[in-house]
Every structure is written in C-alpha cells, then in structure tokens.
C-alpha cells in the first residue's frame, strides 16, 4: 500500500515538473517574441530616424548650395555682430578673410565704411528694416539690414545686392533723356523764334526771307534726323527685327556711298572699296546703316581732298569690315567714350559739321545685335580706323 501512494506521489510530482517546465518553456517564448517584436520596433524605429537624417542632410546640402551659389551676398550675424553664415559672394563683396572669422567682430573683418555705417545705423532705427546703398570699388550694392530677436538674443540678417546695372541704367536713362531735351529744344527755339519773326511782318525784304527761311529749313532737317535716329536706336535696340536674310556685304557698302554720293563730292573725299561678294544672315537695313554711319562720320571729320578706305574679308568665321580715314583722329581721352550716345568730342566743330551724335551708337547697337566686336584706333591728325567682326553663318 505504501508503496503505491509513493510512486502517487513520485508521478503527480513528475507532472507537475513538467508542466511548470512547459509554462516556463512558454513565458520564455512568449518573453522572446515580445523581445523580437520590440526589437523590430526599435529597428524600425531607427531606421526611421536615420530616413528623417537622411532627409535634413539633404535638405541642408541644398540650403548650402543655394546660398553659396546665391548671385546675391548673404551674411548673418549674432548679438555682438560675429559672422554666423556668410556665402562666397558676401565675402568677395566685403573683402572678408574667410580663414579669420573665429571669435572676430564683422566690424574688424571688413573696412568697408559705408557698410559699418548703414550696420551701426540699423541697430538704433525705430524699424527693423534698413536698407541702404553702399559703393563699393565701381559697384553699386543694396544692402538690406533685418534686425532680429529671438529669446532675447538679437542678432542681424543681410542681404547684400548688385544693383550696378540698374544704377548705371538710370543714369544713362537720366543723360539720354537731358541730351535729347537739349538737342530737339536748340532747333525748335531756331524755327519757333524766326517763324514768330514771319509772323509779325518783322522780316519783308526778300534777301531776309530766303535768308532766314533756308535757316529755318536747316533746322527743320536737323530736327527731323535727330528723331529718325532716336526712333532708329530705340527699335535697335528692342530687338524688333530678324537676322535672317542673305546680306551681301559688298553690295551694302556700295548702296551705302551711293546716298552719300553728293555728300562725298561736296567734300572732295576720295571713297575706296575694297573686298568681293561676302554673304552673311542679316538685314538689309541694318548692314546698310551701319555702312552710312561709318563713312558719314569718316566724311565729316576728314579734310578736303582727304580719303576713306572701306575693306570687306572673311577670317575664318566671321566677317571683318574695316573702315579707315586720314582725317583729323580722336583723342585718347574720347576715345573709350566714341560710341556712347550724342557724345561728341569738340561740341562747336560738330555742330559746324552737323549730325546728330548717334551714329555711331546705332552701329555700336547693331554690332552687338550680332553678337559682333567694334574696336577702334585712331591718333589725333593722322586718322582713324574702325575694326568690325560679325560672325558669319553658313547662307
């Protein structure tokens, strides 16, 4: 009897064994895919985390690029106006050593004057905006100062904008705008003052009349030429017109002191033609004007008996007009200013010999309407000599 209540004991012992042996087996299985799914979790987790990484670097690279590559200067500094940020064109700009900015004042990096000033200007204006316009070497710069907080820490963005090209515009805008007043009120108060004279009988005999009626006749062409070339550099210079015609060069020149025959006779001048048929993708016009232009303006400051050469060849791909006069040159001081509109070098002889002091500007304008190069040489009593390169596409 004992014996069979100890192997009782012995078996219900053993199953007990076991099955806490099986639950053990399953808290450690479930423990392992818990482990196994919390590890998945953070694996993704991570992995996430890196994709978010992955993204700001990205992100940050392409901040960089634009800023570094920004055609304008950008530069931000902190509270006591060390530099933060600063892009290439900031630092060409303000001339800023890019190895020295640790620990060192914006106001010891750069001695640009005008700059400091406009910065020393925005931290005691009643706006957080400044804008100001530096000069800097022969470039006109817009800096735009935004004074910032943030937790009570302030600091300073700028921008920093070329803006020479918009200054110089407005300049020869200002220039064209006074030397076109000037030029149309001269002959206008010449045919105003005489017409007045006719008007109040003031003028009968009839000398007087022819006299003075040609006078007014004078002016009224010099009027009407002066708005032709005004109306002529303005559609030049829009651009209204193709290049799409085969122009021979030869024959432009030869049209060209075809109208300005009686003029070359008057002078005494004598006109040579050199070159052969030489065909480009032009118009028409344009070739031809730039021609009377340059011949005109050979003419007029020639002397008597005095001589133009023209000279049309083809090197390589482009078509090189030269068009030289023996006559009374160009001083070197003028010389750079030759093409700018209604610039004249001796005002008094200019008016005696006429014109409207935009032909060359036309010719300046229609060489680079092709994409082409003008030079000039020239020595004050012995002559001078203009060089035009046009390239030359296959006709």
Known sequence: MMNWIAWGLFALTFVLLVILQLVHMHQKHSLQLKYREEQHKLTASQQKLMMIQKDLNHERDIIERIQEHMVEGILILDDTDKIQLANRTAVAQLRIDKDDWDNKSIFILTDNQDFLDALRKSKTAQHPHVRHTLKIDEKYI??????????????????????????????MRQEF?????????????????FGEMFGCGMITQKEDMQKYGAMIERE???????INDIIRLSEIEEQTEFLNTPVDLESSAKNALQILGPMIQ???????????????????????ELFVNLVDNAIKYNNIGGSVRISISRVEQQAKIVISDNGIGIPLHAQSRIFERFYRVDKSRSK???????GLSIVKHIVDYHNGTISLRSEPGHGTEITILLPIQHV
């Open 352 to 358: 005696q010999r006429g014109g409207t002091g935009l």
């Open 142 to 171: 817009r800096a735009y100062i935004n004074r910032i907080e943030m937790g009570g820490i302030y600091g300073s963005i700028i921008l920093l904008v070329d803006i020479t090209y918009s200054v110089k515009a407005e300049k």
């Open 177 to 193: 705008t006074a030397n076109v007043s000037h030029e149309l009120k001269t002959p206008l108060t010449t045919i105003k003052g």
């Open 220 to 226: 009224s062409k010099r009027l009407l030429f002066l």
């Open 266 to 288: 008057h002078s005494e001048i004598h006109v040579t033609l050199e070159g052969s048929c030489l065909l480009m993708h032009s118009n028409e016009n344009y070739i031809r």
